[in-house]
């Protein structure tokens, strides 16, 4: 599993309103795209066939100060 930190770090550095692929154990990045589907496609070709994926959000600023409980 990617520790925390670097979760933080793939997230931030991801293009706004884009999708990333995560290996099925989540330790590491399988893929990108600007799709859910280009996403996966990408992860599949790499011979991830269970990709996690993650939506990058188009604004942190709001999410940053919800509360998840």
Excluded: H
């Amino acid at each position: 599993m990617i520790a925390p930190e670097e979760r933080v770090r793939i997230l931030r550095e991801s293009k706004p309103n884009s999708w990333v692929a995560l290996a099925a154990d989540e330790s590491r990045v399988v893929g990108r795209g600007a799709s859910y589907a280009e996403a996966v496609e990408e992860a599949r070709r790499l011979g991830e066939v269970d990709p996690v994926l993650l939506k990058i959000p188009d604004d942190w600023s709001i999410r940053a100060f919800l509360s998840c409980e």
